[in-house]
């Protein structure tokens, strides 16, 4: 089973910017799909990006041009480019394999890591 650990969460004023890296245990070739989810407190966990082993992506509408996923096969590494940053985006941010019931629905996968903080302070 692939272990995921999640990276380069931290503390960053509105408007700013940080990259999310996911390294995964074992190749990430054969994955379909990968994702991104986050978990603000008192929230219940939801998926942000989406990409397929093809590259195609797709975004939640609260991230939509401001958040990039993309991922690097030889590096067994997922990212996400978080840009123009805002209070609302403060969560723990978690990675996991995805799958495809439909055009943009995904359900998790795989097991969960211990995620990665991101607090945007206004």
């Known amino acids: 089973q692939v272990q995921l650990v999640e990276s380069g969460g931290g503390l960053v004023q509105a408007g700013g910017s940080l990259r999310l890296s996911c390294a995964a245990s074992?190749?990430?070739?054969?994955?379909?799909?990968m994702g991104w989810y986050r978990q603000a407190p008192g929230k219940q966990r939801e998926l942000v990006a989406a990409?397929?082993?093809?590259?195609?992506?797709n975004y939640a509408d609260s991230v939509k041009g401001r958040f990039t996923i993309s991922r690097d096969n030889a590096k067994n590494t997922v990212y996400l480019q978080m840009n123009s940053l805002k209070p609302e985006d403060t969560a723990v941010y978690y990675c996991?394999?995805?799958?495809?019931?439909?055009?943009?629905?995904?359900?998790?996968?795989?097991?969960w890591g211990q995620g990665t903080q991101v607090t945007v302070s206004s």
């Open positions: 074992r190749s990430i070739v054969s994955i379909k799909s």
């Open positions: 996991n394999i995805l799958l495809r019931l439909g055009n943009s629905d995904y359900v998790p996968f795989g097991s």
């Open positions: 990409i397929t082993s093809g590259g195609s992506t």
